[in-house]
């Protein structure tokens, strides 16, 4: 008898039927700034688990640097556009079906070019392939879309049985970002394992100089720490960099992101500064607001960065 040229849903075996059914285990969501997710190398033991060795594949489709800017002398902040196409098949090796998707990636702040590039990369390849993966169900997290709720959202399916399901494994961690990975080769135990959460604000007031907390908000924005921090954070730079001033100062170049000691055009500086807040005006955009995301954007303060940039924002701002 000659096998059919194409699968379908029958094609699957009982078991793996019961694993793409049953909800996801808490254990595997992961939540960040109010959203819930899987990790993408948690997405890769899955379908690898449920289809086999060599039973999915992932194509990259596109990948393409959307930005690549130096925000501050030595800082860089680049952004990729990534597609991917996910395959996955039959335990005897037919393609069973594929599902294409994109994502976008970004790395802020990077004291390194090649880091910057390579974290963005990485980040856009993840997050495409996680959005692939959802199409096969709550194993890979499409009940997260419902508020965040790890209960299963498809339940059945008229194409196949429900046996039981698997039980699932210890808590996901985060994937470690590639800067900070550990070497292979080494017998240290890994510090990151039992980490507790730091305390970037309690770090930052125990600095004595305003280079101590310009490294103590690199760190927390890495990490993703709340704009309510990173407002402090700066806060406590602004202060410790005032100090450290002398009366008539020579203009010096800071490779920080807080408050660079370098004097600005007053007078165009004030009219772009004017421009960028009538125009939040406009838009309903409050001055606090307005100030979080002219940081992240230029990667400073306003009253830190030379009238260009603010002038360029605004542009930014008005093209959008």
């Given amino acids: 008898m000659t096998e059919a040229a194409t699968a379908g849903p029958t094609d699957l075996a009982p078991e793996q039927i019961a694993t793409l059914l049953a909800p996801i285990n808490p254990n595997r969501v992961q939540h960040l700034r109010g ?14 688990r449920i289809f086999g060795f060599g039973g999915w594949s992932d194509e990259t489709l596109e990948l393409v640097c959307v930005s690549e800017r130096e925000i501050n002398p030595g800082r860089w902040t680049v952004v990729y556009r990534a597609q991917t196409r996910l395959t996955v098949k039959t335990l005897n090796g037919r393609p069973l079906s594929f599902w294409d998707d994109a994502a976008m990636g970004d ?5 390194s070019l090649g880091d910057a590039h390579d974290m963005a990369m990485k980040t856009a390849l993840s997050q495409a392939l996680k959005r692939c993966a959802v199409n096969l169900g709550d194993a890979f997290g499409l009940s997260l879309y419902n508020d ?16 039981k399901p698997r039980v699932e494994d210890e808590p996901v961690k985060p994937e470690q970002p590639p800067t900070q990975l550990r070497s292979v080769q080494t017998d240290e135990p890994d510090p990151w394992a039992a980490a ?30 709340d704009d309510s921090v990173l407002k402090a954070i700066r806060l406590i730079g602004q202060e410790l960099r005032a100090s450290e001033r002398t009366p008539a100062p020579e203009p010096e170049v800071v490779e920080g992101v807080i408050v660079e000691d ?26 606090t607001d307005l100030d ?6 230029l990667g400073a303060p306003l009253d830190a960065v030379a009238p260009k940039a603010i002038w360029d924002l605004l542009t930014q701002l008005q093209a959008a």
Avoid at 35 to 48: G, I, K, M, P, Y
Avoid at 107 to 111: D, G, L
Avoid at 197 to 212: G, K, S, V
Avoid at 292 to 297: D, L, M, S
């Fill in 107 to 111: 790395s802020r702040n990077q004291p």
């Fill in 196 to 225: 507790p959460p730091r305390n970037f604000l309690a770090e930052a007031e125990q600095c004595t100089t305003a280079d101590c907390a310009v490294d103590v908000y690199r760190e927390a924005q890495q990490a993703g720490a």
């Fill in 148 to 163: 965040g709720s790890a209960n299963a959202v498809v339940m059945w399916s008229a194409a196949h049985p429900a046996p």
């Fill in 35 to 48: 959203q819930s997710h899987v990790e993408a190398w948690d997405v890769r033991r899955w379908l690898t």
């Fill in 292 to 297: 979080t995301q002219a940081y992240t954007a």
């Fill in 262 to 287: 370098v004097e600005l055009p007053t007078d165009e500086w004030v009219a772009a500064v004017a421009a960028l807040r009538a125009f939040a005006a406009e838009h309903g955009i409050d001055d």
